[in-house]
Antibody, heavy 117, light 109 residues
Framework: EVQLVESGGGLVQPGGSLRLSCAASGFTVSNSYMNWVRQAPGKGLEWVALLYSGGTTYYADSLKGRFTISRDTSMNTVYLQMNSLTTADTAVYFC???????????WGQGTLVTVSS | ETVLTQSPGTLSLSPGERATLSCRTSQSVSSSFLAWYQQKLGQAPRLLISGASSRATGIPDRFSGSGSGTDFTLTISRLEPEDFAVYYCQQYDSSPKITFGQGTRLEIK
């Protein structure tokens, strides 16, 4: 059974950093396309980052280079390193995987990141 | 960047009725790269349709997708109580970037 479990969310002050984890089971992250998608409170879905199975990474323009997606194949886990956080980054962050780069068949339950002083 | 505009913003219907949800893109999108998701309150999104018209595994056949170019449609033929949720279209382009529509809320009338 495919499962994605996010962790690492919490309360952080503006300007701070946080690293989210997405532990995968039932498939291999290095053979899949992995996304991070976020959802601000009461708002819609916003794509954040994409990690190709080959290792190439892509990001939403709005992030201005503050976020980094990566993976640890030995842990079968994907990460999202978030730096220089602002209140606008407050959201539930979902990890999602797909067999292709243009759809996500599996999603985690999400982890809440709150940026506040 | 390709902008996706969904309409209506909210759709009020009764169980048993037919629902038609629209997704228009600001530039032509390959049908292969257009997907639809369902999200219920407090839950993660669920893939319904990919490639504009292919149902994902386990999705009932009352859900169907159609369209090409800049106009895409999600149709639910006969609404069941569990279908009331928010629906998002999503596209992938060659940049590559992924964008979502703002969502259509399907509510019980």
């Amino acid at each position: 059974e495919v499962q994605l479990v996010e962790s690492g969310g919490g309360l952080v002050q503006p300007g701070g950093s946080l690293r989210l984890s997405c532990a995968a089971s039932g498939f291999t992250v290095s053979n899949s396309y992995m996304n991070w998608v976020r959802q601000a409170p009461g708002k819609g879905l916003e794509w954040v980052a994409l990690l190709y199975s080959g290792g190439t990474t892509y990001y939403a323009d709005s992030l201005k280079g503050r976020f980094t997606i990566s993976r640890d194949t030995s842990m079968n886990t994907v990460y999202l390193q978030m730096n220089s956080l602002t209140t606008a980054d407050t959201a539930v962050y979902f990890c999602a995987s797909g067999a292709t780069r243009y759809r996500s068949e599996y999603w985690g339950q999400g982890t809440l990141v709150t940026v506040s002083s | 960047e390709t902008v996706l505009t969904q309409s209506p913003g909210t759709l009020s219907l009764s169980p048993g009725e037919r629902a038609t949800l629209s997704c228009r893109t600001s530039q032509s999108v390959s049908s292969s790269f257009l997907a639809w998701y369902q999200q219920k309150l407090g839950q993660a999104p669920r893939l319904l349709i990919s490639g504009a018209s292919s149902r994902a595994t386990g999705i009932p056949d009352r859900f169907s997708g159609s369209g090409s170019g800049t106009d895409f449609t999600l149709t639910i033929s006969r609404l069941e109580p569990e279908d009331f949720a928010v629906y998002y279209c999503q596209q992938y382009d060659s940049s590559p970037k992924i964008t979502f529509g703002q969502g259509t809320r399907l509510e019980i009338k």
